[in-house]
């Protein structure tokens, strides 16, 4: 990396040049070298030698912030340059970039670097190929304790056919998967977490956290069975005497045997802890020695089947009739024999009579059936491989018996299972060596949780990994070949060796001798125990240091160089878990479940990558296809169920529960995961499906825009209106919640996310699920506007307003508030929408409260399409509203007949299956009261007052601009006398002129855009124009006489006929639903219509406050022109 290029800035004078000239090859020297992999601060090399830009992708610092560029090539870009950094700054921190694993590296270098000086050492670039850092990690991690404990076991009981369909189900499996597993590694740099980073960067923190919990168990559980596996051949294979528990009765050995591993594991556990603990640096110097054992010992298998073809090893095995004996307790297979002519019982005789006597009382299969000796090991070309084809399953207890030799059955069998026959210990089929043997293939993610290390991890990871999986795929298949060609039967089901005198089944296989066998998988076993205990507690400080799982907190804490301490404890603690089931073939389902359920998501996040074809999905591994990944994850599915299906569903409830946790209580990530992408991609397809035209009646459902009010600090002022949202929707359907700030959005941004941010902390508050949206516009009015025309997607658009009553529209003087509320009333009805108006919003019920017994009141004045029935329905599914009983009101005129009114209201309710009590009002037609004349005198002399008033404050306006404008004339006047100027006197005047009608027009435009929507409504007498200061004269003494006129009259008018019908109206209704419904929960109540004529859209608003007066919640509620309630199905 010492030899690199100089670039010459250009513009920089020809000294720098002939500097450099003397610089054989341009190259830099060794001393001033950036170093390969460590962060540097010197000036940047590739460009102008100021490192200013901050990059936003990696080592990103505060300090890089506030540096200038003055530079004078790319000056068109200098203002650009804080958030879009310069190539070649991009370029030289991309060299520079340290990429270190996050694993055990760190804590190694760390413990070196305790005691020793605080100097910083140049970190050495990673340098493993293929072969080192990938292949021979893969391959030591496949192969492992099911290999030498119990493939003999399983090819005997399988058969050979039935044991090729498992390993090539099982590798198929993991080929498929490192196959998705190579396209992911190599889709950008892995970090450590293997599998969990993966995961959870392709598909999400929900699933990652629960994936990433479901193999850091299953690495743990791989841990006991490594242990257990230890401990097995510790106690059965090497040293049987150190045996604390001693079977008195040959029924008790597998109890005895339990409790051994049991004492045993919990010991060899606490050790490989304290190992681990101390520092892993010792685990990772052994780790040769373990590979090397691995390694010899296949070569031994191998060695030893080339040589039974010409010189099988002897191993007799003793059979009683087909029954095979454990060959522990007598040396030679004979009844009886010659010693000095005299014929003499052998210690089998003692094992099965009463008595050493000739005449003793035998086992009767015993005295019926002679004794055979066979070879163990008959060889290669012995045609043994025809008789293990086939497997032979059976139940716990059933003995181990050859079927080609002949043999008597007793009449009495009670006795047999007190004999020394060789039987199973456990209860076996197909599906259970499924499960037993899978964990066998596991070990694929060895490679890329090395990514670090790797010299080209895009590289090295495919190729290592899926070698690794084609060499041990060859090794199982000529193993369970071999295996059936050149070992007898019976002892190929004799899982422990007993008929072999205690020796493992494969090491009689091996040559020179079983001991490299037993030695071997021995310290393999302990080397994978290790390095399980060593890897899954930095996997679950991975995933506690995400932050998704907050419950994991305390584990991504550890020592002060980083050490997993806590992590440890809990890595130890499950483990013990697995070491108190104390069985080898009960633990190895449990971890062949964790492990499955990994390599699915693994295949299923390749395979959704490739299907959203997403931008960011280009692997440099091109070998995949989505067809591949889903036939992967369909395997390692059937595999789960086959293997244990009670255990699988166990498993999935685990990885449910961990994803719901973290869905609920997680931490937020934005990972750019493929879930959000398959969301969008469904969200996508849904729309354009969901046709434009309105949904049918018996599909229609409130959805809802909520149009909010804020105040100063840009907060909701009616949090109760979001509840009363959630209550009505209970979270099905849309909902927009909108609100509007006045002036631009290039002036307002900042102020328009921070509204954004407060009204979706309210709504979650609130439980209000739904979508967000401010927007800024010049005016309140053209803002609601905007959102109730355009708000929403495609066909999912909203279909009704929600709003709350502006209830200080009387105290304000300003009438944009209610001007605004009417013209909302008037689009919603224009573009055919619902609109619901809650009046005293902040008296509604809290999401936490419950309403006791009470009543939900609809007064159905107009049919406007049955919403107003339909609304206290969706609001009692709700558990504020449940115990409200629901009454409807209908209103019946003189000519009516109420009792045939009310039977066909019930009638129709009861077909729309809505349970509510029926009332009929009769409103009797009478005099229009004094106080209903006197109400209206009153309502209409305060609106021309209110226009009395506005007019004098506009023209008061005027005066002041007249009087500024010809003081501002007089001084320049003056100003032209005492000057010496060339200008003549008329071209001043018309300056002069010119200048007036500007500042004017000026004016005019900077006013207040309530006022101009004020003159404009009052009519073409109010509108401005370009004034002169005779037009303004002649103004303004016309609107001073018309003031003065409208003064005097408005005590001498009167009310207009068809405002006291209307005020007459909500007095009379508003009297008839105060009496009826004061004490309700709540009141629903027909909304009129505003005028078609806005100059009484001030009466408009006074009839409603009369029509609500008295009323404490009240939801005034408008149709959308159509029907959304229908009788039938």
Not at 51 to 66: A, R, V
Not at 681 to 694: C, S
Not at 923 to 931: E, K, L, N, P, T
Request: glycine share 8%; with cysteine; net charge negative.
């Amino acid at each position: 990396m010492s030899d690199r290029f100089v670039v010459v800035p250009v513009g920089q004078g020809n000294e720098q040049c002939s500097e450099s000239e003397g610089a054989e090859g341009y190259s830099i020297e060794p001393q001033d070298a950036v170093p390969v992999l460590e962060y540097s601060r010197e000036p940047n090399r590739y460009g102008d030698g100021m490192p200013k830009e901050s990059s936003p992708f990696i080592n990103n610092t505060d300090n890089d912030k506030g540096n200038l560029y003055d530079g004078k090539n790319m000056a068109l870009f200098e203002e650009e340059m804080d958030s879009n950094p310069m190539v070649s700054s991009l370029l030289n921190k991309l060299a520079n970039y340290t990429n270190l694993t996050q694993g055990v590296k760190e804590h190694e270098e760390a413990d070196d670097d305790e005691g020793s000086a605080k100097t910083k050492k140049p970190v050495k670039s990673p340098a493993l190929g293929t072969l080192i850092g990938v292949y021979l990690p893969c391959l030591q991690n496949i192969l492992g304790v099911i290999l030498f404990l119990r493939l003999t076991w399983i090819v005997g009981t399988a058969g050979i056919m039935e044991s090729l369909a498992i390993v090539v189900m099982t590798c198929s499996c993991t080929m498929l998967t490192a196959i998705s597993m190579s396209a992911i590694a190599t889709n950008g740099v892995v970090p450590a977490g293997g599998s969990y980073y993966m995961i959870s960067r392709s598909l999400g923190p929900e699933f990652g956290g629960a994936v990433g919990l479901c193999f850091y168990l299953g690495t743990t559980f791989a841990g006991s069975m490594y242990i257990l596996g230890t401990i097995e051949i510790l106690l059965t294979y090497i040293v049987p005497s150190a045996a604390i528990f001693k079977a008195e009765k040959k029924e008790d050995e597998a109890e005895a045997l339990l409790n051994n591993m049991r004492v045993y594991g919990t010991c060899c556990l606490t050790l490989m802890s304290l190992v681990v603990f101390v520092g892993v640096k010792y685990v990772n110097k052994l780790a040769l020695v373990f590979l090397a054992c691995v390694i010899l010992s296949i070569l031994a298998i191998y060695a030893g089947v080339i040589k039974t073809a010409f010189e099988p090893p002897d191993f007799p095995i003793c059979l009683l009739g087909n029954r095979t004996l454990q060959n522990h307790n007598f040396d030679q297979c004979l009844k009886t024999m010659e010693v000095d002519n005299v014929t003499v019982t052998t210690k089998l005789w003692s094992l099965f009579c009463d008595s050493p006597d000739l005449n003793a009382t035998c086992n009767e299969y015993f005295t019926l059936n002679n004794v055979t000796v066979i070879q163990g090991i008959p060889g290669l070309t012995s045609g043994v491989i025809r008789d293990n084809i086939w497997g032979d399953y059976g139940p716990n207890g059933m003995l181990v018996e050859n079927k080609h030799q002949a043999s008597e059955p007793a009449a009495d069998t009670s006795q047999d299972i007190y004999m020394p026959y060789v039987a199973n210990d456990i209860t076996t089929f197909f599906t259970l060596l499924v499960g037993i043997y899978f964990p066998s293939v596991t070990g694929i993610m060895a490679g890329s949780n090395r990514s670090g290390d790797l010299r080209d991890a895009q590289k090295s990871i495919p190729i290592g990994t899926i070698m690794a999986i084609a060499t041990t795929t060859f090794i199982y298949i000529s193993s369970v070949i071999l295996f059936g060609a050149c070992i007898e039967g019976v002892v190929l089901r004799d899982k422990f060796g007993d008929s072999v005198k205690g020796n493992l089944v494969i090491g009689i296989l091996a040559w020179p001798s079983p001991w490299v066998i037993v030695i071997g998988s021995f310290f393999s076993c302990c080397g994978a125990g290790l390095q399980s205990l060593t890897g899954a507690p930095r996997l679950l400080q991975a995933i506690a240091r995400d932050g998704i799982v907050p419950f994991l907190q305390v584990f991504g804490h550890g020592k002060a160089n980083g050490e997993p301490t806590w992590a440890l404890l809990l890595t130890g603690g499950i483990c013990e878990i697995g070491i108190l089931i104390a069985s080898l073939d009960a633990v190895a389902p449990i971890l062949s479940m964790f492990f499955l359920m990994c390599y699915l998501f693994v295949n299923l996040a390749c395979a959704l990558q490739t299907l959203l074809r997403t931008p960011n999905w280009r692997p440099r591994f091109k070998f995949y296809h989505w067809a591949l990944s889903f036939l992967g994850a369909s395997l390692c599915l059937s595999l789960m169920f086959i293997s244990s299906w009670y255990y699988a569903l166990v498993a999935m409830l685990i990885a449910g529960c961990i994803y719901k946790y973290i869905e609920y209580r997680g931490a937020e990530k934005e990972w750019g995961d493929g879930i959000n992408g398959l969301s969008l991609n469904a969200a996508r397809y849904a729309l354009i499906r969901l046709e434009e035209a309105p949904p049918h009646t018996k599909n229609w459902r409130p959805q809802m825009l909520l149009l909010l009010n804020l105040d100063s600090d840009h907060t909701v002022k009616h949090p109760r209106l979001l509840s009363f949202c959630t209550q009505l929707k209970a979270g099905k359907g849309l909902t927009i919640v909108g609100s509007v700030l006045e002036g631009t959005y290039m002036t307002k941004e900042a102020e328009v996310k921070k509204a954004e941010q407060n009204i979706k902390s309210s709504m979650t508050t609130e439980r209000t699920k739904g979508f967000c949206h401010v927007v800024a516009s010049s005016n309140l009015r053209d803002g609601f506007s905007h959102l109730i025309q355009t708000a929403g997607l495609g066909g999912m658009k909203h279909n009704t307003v929600l709003m709350a009553w502006p209830g200080t529209w009387k105290q304000s003087n300003d009438p944009v508030s209610w001007k605004n509320f009417i013209e909302t009333v008037r689009e919603t009805t224009a573009a055919h929408q619902a609109l619901l108006v809650a009046k005293n919003v902040d008296s509604f019920p809290t999401n936490t409260d419950r309403l006791g017994q009470g009543t939900i009141d609809v007064w159905w004045v107009v049919h406007d399409g049955g919403l107003l029935m339909l609304l206290p329905f969706l609001l009692r599914q709700h558990k504020v509203w449940r115990k409200c009983k629901m009454r409807i009101f209908t209103v019946a005129n003189m000519d009516d007949n109420s009792i045939q009114m009310k039977k066909d209201l019930q009638m129709f309710l009861y077909h729309l299956r809505l349970d509510a009590e029926v009332e009929v009002v009769e409103m009797h037609d009478s005099d229009i009261s004094a106080f209903t004349y006197e109400k209206t005198l009153v309502m209409e002399q305060r609106s021309q007052m209110l226009k009395q008033m506005q007019l004098s404050r506009t023209e008061r306006e005027r005066e002041i601009q007249s009087i500024t404008d010809s003081s501002r004339s007089s001084i320049r006047r003056n100003n032209q006398t005492g000057a010496t100027g060339s200008e003549s006197g008329p071209s001043r005047e018309l300056e002069d002129t010119q200048e007036d009608e500007a500042q004017l027009i000026h004016d005019r435009n900077t006013a207040s855009h309530a006022a101009l929507n004020d003159k404009a409504d009052a009519g073409p007498d109010r509108v401005h124009m370009t004034w002169t200061k005779d037009k303004f004269l002649t103004e303004r003494n016309r609107n001073r006489a018309e003031a003065n006129m409208g003064v005097r009259d408005i005590f001498n008018m009167k009310p207009n006929q068809s405002n006291v019908r209307r005020m007459h109206t909500a007095v009379k209704l508003n009297e008839v639903v105060v009496n009826k419904s004061q004490g309700a929960h709540l009141v629903l109540l027909n909304m009129p219509g505003p005028p078609k004529n806005r100059g009484g859209d001030e009466n408009y608003m006074e009839f409603l406050e009369v029509l609500l007066e008295g009323l404490n919640r009240v939801l005034l509620v408008r149709g959308g022109g159509r029907e959304v309630i229908t009788i039938y199905s």
